[in-house]
């Protein structure tokens, strides 16, 4: 039976091997190495947390049988695992089926492209291609073919760097203080009555200098505004304005000689004004007045231009009305006294002493200011929390303790306190700054995006955290736009990514990154980007000594691949 068994299972075998010869897989499959591939870059990138794979394969004339069907299936390669990307059907110009045509006698090309997220563990990976060949039923697996390493991560290089915004204080160093009385005068009088030298504001002026004496203010002068009511004829009007002032400055003085200072005992002291009808005096009281005809009658007196005539249907009106006598003019016979004085500030020994022992005897700007003569961030946070306690509703001193976690690198309390700050002052661009400070470091780029986006106008920081996003996102352009002219690594980073590598090294070593390993680094990369032997290997040194961790770190970056076998490099990173 076996016998009788073998001729035909012979004739079986031949046939199928006459078949996949015939069919042309096997040619195909033995000369696969004569397939190019191109990928570009030469090595996979990491750009905005994705690998963008571009692959143009060239297949040669009499290679690609005219029945057969190719599927090509890219993927990346790394330890302990492997993505596969999405395949590409190649056919041959007889075949049955759609896909990209080859054709045999002359050749042909196929173009790919493919993005898949970036994880971890293709920082070290191969990007491969495996095919498999079909005619008809009968298929054929092609070998796995490397065609590039990968992958290049220096996008996530970008530093955390983002500034948060700090409120200003309003501290001044001479703070302008003021005390202001007014004295009346009888009609077509001058001289002052002794009981207006001792009215309650006289008094409240009075208890002025004296305190200031005692703080040791400085003391500017005094404004004397002297006013005659609109009712009398405008010759007499001005003569009585002028001796109101000079009457006031005798009174003044003579007053302010039994203080026992020599506040306003000089005649320089004083700067005399005089108005000799008091119009705009006397519209103001009439429309803050309740009489009932008061718009009506400055309707009227308005039509008047001419003063003397003015005059006399101002005192025909006081006869009508009697308020207007009685209440609206004896306030325009006045004199208005404005003393001016400067009140030094604290020292700055004396201010960072009482925010640190005695918070609460000094004012919000105070220790607003006090805060910035401190170096020690914990000290800092103490007086912005005291401000804070102290005046509550003031959006500036939640704000600032925030600042402050920020720079402790502590989120959860930074948020707590710049929520706190935005209740107090909704849509304040310095809180939404650092909100979006906030968000971007918890991972949500595009709500830190929106804050930042809300947050322009406050400050160049804005745009230099957009630039740190614009990183992340792969928009390189961009990021050097809203970087501008600010020295830093990330302003560097940004030109390298964006194509512009030379332009880095000078952004660099302008910047206070400049002696930190990272910045040697980059210009390793840089020098390894423009093929400039001496620069990668001397700062690629110089990263490693401050900071031996960057030895593994080059051997295992894509940037330096080419330079893999350099005898100068080796020797840096073994």
Request: proline share 3%; net charge positive.
């Amino acid at each position: 039976m076996k016998k009788q068994h073998l001729p035909t299972l012979a004739i079986a075998l031949f046939t199928s091997i006459s078949f996949i010869a015939c069919n042309g897989l096997q040619k195909m499959v033995k000369n696969s190495n004569l397939v190019t591939y191109e990928v570009t870059p030469k090595a996979l990138e990491m750009h905005a947390d994705s690998v963008l794979v571009n692959i143009s394969g060239k297949y040669p004339a009499k290679f690609f049988a005219k029945k057969a069907v190719l599927t090509v299936t890219p993927s990346i390669v790394y330890a302990n695992g492997e993505k596969t990307l999405k395949p590409i059907t190649l056919v041959g110009e007889k075949a049955v089926g759609n896909g990209t045509k080859i054709m045999y006698e002359k050749g042909g090309n196929f173009s790919y492209t493919d993005k898949v997220a970036y994880q971890p563990e293709m920082k070290i990976a191969t990007l491969n291609i495996k095919a498999v060949g079909a005619v008809k039923s009968k298929t054929k697996d092609f070998p796995s073919t490397k065609i590039a390493d990968g992958t290049i991560i220096t996008p996530l290089l970008v530093k955390s760097d983002e500034k948060a915004l700090i409120a200003k204080d309003n501290f001044q160093r001479i703070i302008p203080v003021t005390s202001t009385a007014n004295i009346y005068f009888i009609v077509n009088q001058s001289n002052v009555r002794p009981t207006e030298m001792n009215n309650a504001e006289m008094k409240t002026m009075k208890d002025f200098i004296t305190k200031g004496v005692q703080k040791q203010y400085t003391f500017k002068n005094m404004n004397v505004s002297a006013y005659a009511s609109p009712d009398g004829e405008q010759t007499l009007n001005a003569n009585l304005a002028d001796n109101r002032a000079k009457e006031t400055i005798k009174a003044l003085q003579t007053e302010f000689k039994k203080l026992k200072t020599t506040v306003g005992t000089q005649e320089d002291f004083y700067n005399k004004v005089t108005t000799a009808e008091d119009w705009d005096g006397f519209k103001t009281a009439m429309e803050a007045s309740s009489i009932p005809d008061k718009d009506l009658i400055l309707r009227v007196l308005t039509m008047y231009p001419d003063g003397e005539t003015r005059e006399k249907e101002i005192k025909n009106l006081s006869k009508t009305y009697t308020v207007v006598a009685d209440q609206i003019l004896p306030k325009l016979r006045r004199a208005v006294l404005t003393l001016n004085a400067e009140e030094k500030s604290k020292t700055d020994e004396q201010l960072t002493q009482l925010a640190a022992q005695m918070p609460d005897s000094l004012s919000v700007e105070e220790l607003l200011y006090a805060a910035t003569l401190i170096n020690d961030m914990n000290a800092k946070l103490n007086i912005y929390k005291a401000a804070e306690r102290l005046y509550s509703q003031d959006w500036r001193c939640a704000n600032n303790v925030g600042y402050i976690y920020i720079m402790q690198n502590k989120i959860t309390d930074a948020q707590a306190a710049f929520e706190r700050a935005n209740k107090l002052k909704a849509n304040n661009t310095i809180v939404l700054n650092n909100l979006g400070i906030v968000a971007r470091w918890k991972g949500d780029t595009k709500a830190a995006t929106d804050y930042y986006k809300a947050a322009m106008g406050a400050g160049s920081e804005v745009s230099y955290n957009m630039g740190i996003i614009d990183i992340m996102n792969g928009n390189y352009a961009n990021a050097v736009a809203n970087f501008g002219k600010t020295n830093s690594f990330n302003a560097a980073l940004a030109r390298v990514l964006s194509g512009n590598p030379e332009t880095a090294l000078n952004i660099i070593d302008a910047s206070s990154d400049k002696d930190a390993a990272l910045a040697y680094y980059l210009k390793a990369i840089v020098g390894a980007k423009t093929g400039k032997n001496d620069l990668m290997i001397n700062n690629l040194k110089t990263a490693v000594t401050k900071d031996a961790s960057f030895k593994m770190k080059a051997k295992e970056d894509c940037e330096f691949l080419k330079f893999r076998e350099n005898a100068d490099f080796k020797a840096v990173i073994e």
